[in-house]
């Protein structure tokens, strides 16, 4: 990790252009494993949209990188086949996070194939639209399993690996706008990825002694198969209430996970980075503009 380069009054660092004693702010160093071999990134649910960009996006960072899937093997096959076009080493396991403590098991079942885990990026996750008086104990403790213990068990796994070896490390756990804010139908999914918001808080104090930081990213509606747009560009689907006017691009998450999970980002814990085209600023607009009451049912 980068010792922070601090500048002010006396010091050399930031004068301009061709002063004499004129010094260059040193680029955060990379994780001290480049040396000597790929670090390692796991990404859980990555035989798709978000999990699958973030795998292509690390690996052509330089990171060999894990990959799980629920139910779509050909899916994971084929983010592993981008894995190894972008210089990556790929492995590939199912992970089933409704059968929990074991399936966490997986994280250490990579990260020894792979030889170690610098970076782990939970972004598993599943959602229900139900309202909240027709809700069953079944659905919403499967939800809370998927988007919330199961990523506290790997993230711990994992955790405990970077911790042992002294490098530190990376976790980003993928939430939702609906970290922040609620959505009708979905109070399963809504407590979880509120949770997992302040799990990340927990965790980015409690392991910064090990050099390990934690981080939130919160996308907003992004093409994807988890909101039925798979293979739809963005960029031609109308969105009036997003301040952008559309939906994201997986890789416009991916790109910021990336940033969190590289040498740039060392000094950045705790925080929830939200990308969701200034979605959550519209808030107060619905109380002036809406005119229906539709938005009371999923």
Known sequence: MAHPVHTGPGSDLGHGAGQRGERSTPRPERFPTMNTRRPVALVTGSDSGIGR??????AADGFDVGVTYHTDEAGAERTAAEVRENGGTAAVRPLDLTRLPAQAAVVDELADELGGVDVLVNCAGTGTSTPFLELDH????????VDLTGPFLCAQRAARRMAATGRGGRIVNVTSVHEHQPRVGAAPYCAAKGGLGLLTQVM?????????????????????????????????QRRPGIPLGRPGDAREVAAVIAFLAGP???????????????MLRMGPMAGSHLREDDWRRP
Request: proline share 5%; charged share 20%.
């Open 53 to 58: 960009a973030t795998a292509v996006r690390l």
């Open 204 to 236: 980015a104090l409690e392991l910064a002694e090990h050099g390990i930081t934690v981080n939130a990213v919160a996308p907003g509606e992004i093409s994807t198969p988890m909101t039925g747009q798979e293979d739809v560009d963005p960029h031609g």
């Open 264 to 278: 740039e980002a060392a000094y950045v814990t705790g925080a929830s980075w939200v990308v969701d085209g200034g």
């Open 138 to 145: 079944d659905t919403f403790r499967s939800v809370l399993d």
